[in-house]
């Protein structure tokens, strides 16, 4: 059966530090950990977050071996419709949480929402508009 709009996603991505990732995305946007494996000798350790009704999650993978380090652009972006203003504090608590706040590389999301960057370098967007009216433009 071909996939539908009811496919779940995995975004996987590698990691430097998962600590550091856990506490950026779990603690700090408050995404659930929905599975943990850590290494072994020689094995890849990873994190899986996300939120238990979405139809997507965020898996977080450490290559014990350093051969595999993070490589995000600046566009390289999730961004979570929020549907309402940026809450400052979420912004705050992230940024305690590791993350930076940057300009975005597309005006676009500077206009409507708050980019975020993560210890890896990601960028995370919150955006104030909700889905169904961020595709008019």
């Known amino acids: 059966m071909p996939a539908n709009g009811s496919a779940h996603i995995r975004i996987a991505r590698p990691s430097r530090d998962l600590t550091a990732a856990d506490r950026f995305w779990r603690t700090g946007l408050g995404l659930t950990e929905l599975f943990r494996h850590t290494s072994g000798a020689g094995e890849h350790s990873l994190l899986m977050l996300g939120w238990p009704d979405a139809s997507w999650h965020l898996e977080l993978t450490h290559d014990p071996s350093g051969a595999l380090e ?12 929020l549907g309402e203003p940026v809450p400052d504090g979420l912004v705050a608590r992230l940024e305690h949480c590791g993350g930076k706040r940057v300009p975005a590389h597309n005006s676009y999301w500077d206009e409507w929402g708050t980019t975020i960057q993560d210890p890896d370098g990601y960028r995370l967007v919150l955006c104030e508009r909700n889905w169904s009216n961020s595709a008019d433009r």
């Open 70 to 81: 993070p490589a995000p652009t600046p566009d390289d972006l999730l961004v979570v419709y």
